[in-house]
């Protein structure tokens, strides 16, 4: 597994969803005609704020918790209600490049397509699989070969075992674990620890390469090194000091 740092991406200018390194490691397998998956997470997804510069989110000062965008005006709360209008330069580090993140699978297909012309593109979300059988006829598709790159959401990392892939990209992992949830840390470790799997399960090694704007979190870390027990631990001291643990109830 790798992390590819979008903040480094963007000094140098690179202001694509795809990484320098990501786009080298595509290349690479499109010539060696084996296969790519594409993932990014929309589960829990909202319209967080987060600085370009930093890479930090805004969040609510009392709940730890990333803050809602509502009509590009004002920032919200959704735990308790707290409100401020919308900065113009980022509190953590006074850059401008605050912007919220609204990518979704078919505009990267779309970009895909224009990078790597050459590559057959299939692409599994709610849109594409709505039909009876959708789900179905795009995974046979794929194992069968008759696509280079799958794009999609969370569905695409959750068990499948394609022998041919041999690198997973999860382009922003930003979006889970900016969720406004304060569980948004494991369910982003979870779904990291998901997408690696899926690359490398046949007889050709694999790479995972996570692109984000916060590679020092804790739960890409942790993911990043499979290291289940740092992870527990790092979040259970969260969460207390959050008052986030439920009571039990006999």
Same mark, same amino acid.
């Given at each position: 597994?790798e992390?590819a740092?979008?903040?480094?991406?963007?000094e140098?200018?690179?202001?694509?969803i795809?990484?320098?390194?990501?786009?080298e490691l595509i290349?690479?397998?499109?010539?060696?005609?084996?296969?790519?998956?594409?993932f990014?997470?929309?589960?829990?997804y909202?319209?967080?704020v987060?600085?370009?510069?930093c890479g930090?989110?805004l969040k609510?000062?009392h709940?730890?918790?990333s803050?809602t965008l509502?009509n590009?005006?004002?920032l919200?709360c959704h735990?308790?209600?707290?409100q401020?209008?919308?900065? %113009? !330069?980022?509190? #953590?580090?006074?850059?401008?490049?605050?912007?919220?993140f +609204?990518i979704?699978?078919?505009? @990267?297909?779309?970009?895909?397509a224009?990078?790597?012309?050459?590559?057959?593109?299939l692409?599994m979300?709610?849109?594409?699989?709505? %039909? !009876?059988?959708? #789900?179905?006829?795009i995974?046979?598709a794929?194992?069968? +070969?008759?696509a280079d790159?799958? @794009?999609?959401?969370?569905m695409?990392v959750?068990g499948h075992?394609?022998?041919?892939?041999?690198?997973?990209?999860?382009?922003?992992?930003?979006?889970?674990?900016?969720a406004?949830?304060?569980?948004?840390?494991?369910?982003t470790?979870?779904?990291?620890v998901q997408?690696a799997?899926?690359?490398?399960r046949?007889?050709?090694?694999?790479?995972?390469?996570i692109?984000?704007?916060?590679?020092?979190?804790?739960?890409?870390?942790?993911?990043?090194?499979?290291d289940y027990?740092?992870f527990f631990k790092?979040e259970?001291?969260?969460?207390?000091?959050?008052?986030?643990?439920r009571?039990?109830?006999?």
């Amino acid at each position: 597994m790798e992390i590819a740092d979008l903040r480094k991406e963007m000094e140098a200018g690179n202001k694509s969803i795809f990484s320098l390194r990501l786009q080298e490691l595509i290349k690479d397998r499109l010539a060696k005609k084996e296969q790519v998956m594409l993932f990014i997470n929309r589960r829990g997804y909202s319209s967080f704020v987060s600085c370009r510069s930093c890479g930090e989110a805004l969040k609510c000062p009392h709940c730890d918790v990333s803050l809602t965008l509502h009509n590009h005006q004002r920032l919200v709360c959704h735990y308790c209600g707290y409100q401020i209008p919308m900065p %113009k !330069k980022c509190p #953590h580090c006074g850059s401008p490049y605050l912007a919220g993140f +609204g990518i979704g699978t078919q505009k @990267i297909e779309e970009m895909a397509a224009q990078m790597f012309p050459e590559a057959k593109l299939l692409r599994m979300d709610l849109d594409t699989t709505s %039909k !009876k059988g959708g #789900h179905e006829k795009i995974l046979s598709a794929f194992a069968k +070969g008759k696509a280079d790159i799958l @794009i999609g959401t969370q569905m695409i990392v959750k068990g499948h075992d394609f022998p041919g892939v041999t690198l997973v990209g999860v382009l922003a992992a930003d979006v889970s674990l900016y969720a406004p949830d304060y569980t948004a840390a494991e369910r982003t470790f979870q779904l990291l620890v998901q997408a690696a799997g899926r690359a490398g399960r046949g007889r050709k090694a694999g790479i995972a390469l996570i692109q984000t704007y916060m590679p020092e979190h804790y739960s890409i870390q942790t993911a990043t090194s499979q290291d289940y027990e740092s992870f527990f631990k790092q979040e259970m001291g969260y969460r207390r000091l959050m008052q986030y643990l439920r009571p039990v109830i006999c």
